[in-house]
C-alpha cells in the first residue's frame, strides 16, 4: 500500500477520540485457526515473571485447548516498539507482544496489530470504559485486552500534614495553597517538585484536565499538546516553580529518594504502583504515607489521569489469531491468572473485578496504615480520563523532557516549551508522511 494512503487510513482508523467508523484494515486478516493440531504460540513480553503465569495456561486452559504459549522476555518501552516494528517488516513478528498504550497507535499505523474484536469483545464489560477505550482507539475495532493500568493518584506524608497543620487538597488551587502554606511554616520543605524526566507523569495530569493530544478530522490529524487543557497544566506547575513554591528537580535521583526518605519532600503526585517505588526510595517513612485522590481542577469534577499501564495484542503476522486472542482474554481476565500477575509481576490489574479481590484484598505492606488502600484506588480508576494518543508520542515526549527540561532548570516560561513539544510533533508527523491539519 503506498505510503501516503495508508496514513490517510490510518488517520480514520485511529480515530482516537472522534469514535469514527474504522476503515477496513490494509493487514492480513488470516484466522489461521482452521487447522487442526496443537498450536505454538510466541509471546513477547516484558513483564518479570510473565513465564510463570503463562505455566498456569500451558498446564490447565492451554492444555485443554491444545494452545501452548512461550515467553521470549524484551525490554520495554521505545525499544520493544523498534524491534516489533523490525520484525514486523520482516514478516517474522511475534503472535503476542505486550504494549504500552500509548504505543499503539504507532503500531497500528504501522499495520503490526490485528482487530481482535470478533474473538474478545465480549470482555469489554470487565474494564472500565476510559481504559477500554485505550485498545479501541475510538473505533470499533479492538486492538489489544487492557492488562495492568496506573491511576494517579495523591500520596502525602500523613503525620508531617498534621505536624504543619494542613489539609490533604482537594483542589489544585487548595494544592498550591498547601504548597506555600508548607514554605512558610518550614522553608526547607517542598509539597513536591516539578519533574521532567517522565513524560508520562506530565501526560496524565493533561489526561485529567482534558486533554486531547491527538485527534482526527476526515483523514487529517489534529495535534493539540498545546490546546486550552494543557496550557492550564503548565502554567500552573510553571508558576509553583517560578515562585518557589515546589522543587524543581527531577524524579528517581538519589537526590529526590534521599528527600522522600528524609521529609525533605512531604508529598507526591503519581499512580497506583507508587507503594513499590517509596519501597525503594523512602524506606524509613514506610507507615507514614496516605494515598489520596487526585486534586481537581474544579470541586464538582471526579476524574483522574493515567501513568504507565499495557495490554497485550495480537500481530497481524500472527498465523493463530483466534488462538492467540484467546490467551489474550484470558490473561487478563481470569480471576487465578490475575492473582498471578499480581503475584509474580506487582501489577495492578486492568479487570475491575480483579482491583477488589486476591492480592487485593489486604493494603501494600508500605501501606499497612491504610487499610482502605485497594478500594480507594479501584474506585479512582473509575474515574480515569479518556486518553488521546497519536503515532509519535515518543517524539512528543522527547521534546518534553528537552524543552520542559531545561524550563524547570531556568525557571522560565513552561507555555513556550510546550509550543515547543507541539512544533516537534506536527513536524515530525509531516516528516512521516501524515497529514497534519493545521
Not at 305 to 315: F, I, L, N
Not at 326 to 334: H, P, S, V
Not at 353 to 371: C, E, H, K, R, V
Not at 408 to 431: C, I, P, R, W, Y
Amino acid at each position: 500500500m503506498p505510503n501516503t494512503k495508508r496514513r490517510r487510513l490510518v488517520a480514520s482508523a485511529v480515530a482516537v477520540t472522534l469514535g469514527a467508523t474504522a476503515l477496513a484494515a490494509c493487514g492480513s486478516s488470516d484466522d489461521g485457526d482452521a487447522q487442526s493440531g496443537p498450536v505454538s504460540l510466541t509471546y513477547w513480553t516484558w513483564t518479570p515473571g510473565m513465564d510463570k503465569v503463562v505455566d498456569l495456561w500451558n498446564k490447565g486452559p492451554g492444555k485443554k485447548e491444545q494452545i501452548t504459549v512461550t515467553v521470549k522476555k524484551q525490554a520495554s518501552g521505545d525499544t520493544l516498539v523498534t524491534k516489533i516494528l523490525t520484525a514486523h517488516k520482516a514478516g517474522k513478528a511475534p503472535d503476542l507482544v505486550q504494549a504500552e498504550y500509548q504505543a499503539l497507535p504507532t503500531l497500528v499505523s504501522n499495520d503490526v496489530l490485528a482487530d481482535i474484536s470478533g474473538e474478545v469483545g465480549d470482555v469489554k464489560g470487565k474494564f472500565a470504559e476510559g481504559v477500554w477505550q485505550q485498545t479501541t482507539l475510538g473505533t470499533d475495532a479492538v486492538y489489544a485486552v487492557p492488562q495492568d493500568i496506573g491511576p494517579m493518584m495523591f500520596y502525602y506524608r500523613e503525620d508531617l500534614f498534621k505536624e504543619y497543620g494542613l489539609n490533604v487538597p482537594t483542589t489544585w488551587d487548595e494544592f498550591a495553597e498547601t504548597a506555600r502554606a508548607l514554605k512558610k511554616k518550614a522553608p526547607d520543605k517542598d509539597l513536591t517538585t516539578f519533574s521532567a524526566n517522565d513524560s508520562g507523569l506530565f501526560a496524565g495530569l493533561a489526561q485529567q484536565a482534558g486533554a486531547k493530544w491527538w485527534t482526527t478530522s476526515g483523514d487529517q490529524w489534529k495535534v493539540g499538546i498545546d490546546d486550552a487543557a494543557t496550557q492550564k497544566v503548565a502554567t500552573f506547575w510553571g508558576d509553583l516553580v517560578k515562585e518557589g513554591a515546589i522543587d524543581n528537580q527531577p524524579m528517581y535521583t538519589p537526590a529526590w529518594n534521599k528527600a522522600l526518605n528524609t521529609g525533605k519532600q512531604i508529598a507526591w503526585v503519581s499512580a497506583v504502583w507508587a507503594p513499590g517505588t517509596l519501597t525503594t526510595a523512602a524506606p524509613d517513612t514506610k507507615g507514614k504515607w496516605a494515598m489520596a485522590p487526585l486534586p481537581q481542577w474544579s470541586a464538582s469534577e471526579n476524574v483522574t489521569g493515567s501513568w504507565g499501564g499495557s495490554s497485550t495484542a495480537v500481530t497481524t503476522d500472527s498465523q493463530h489469531k483466534q488462538a492467540a486472542a484467546k490467551f489474550a482474554a484470558w490473561l487478563n481476565t481470569d480471576g487465578d491468572a490475575l492473582n498471578a500477575l499480581a503475584k509474580e509481576s506487582g501489577i495492578y490489574p486492568a479487570s475491575t473485578s480483579a482491583q477488589l479481590s486476591g492480592a487485593f484484598t489486604t493494603p501494600p505492606d508500605y501501606f499497612s496504615n491504610q487499610a482502605d488502600f485497594y478500594t480507594t484506588a479501584a474506585e479512582i480508576a473509575e474515574t480515569t480520563a479518556p486518553s488521546a494518543w497519536g503515532p509519535n508520542v515518543n517524539v512528543a515526549y522527547t521534546a518534553f523532557k528537552d524543552a520542559f527540561g531545561a524550563a524547570a532548570k531556568n525557571k522560565s516560561d513552561f507555555t513556550a516549551a510546550l509550543k515547543t513539544m507541539q512544533d516537534e510533533t506536527v513536524a515530525d508527523m509531516k516528516k512521516q508522511g501524515f497529514e497534519v491539519a493545521e
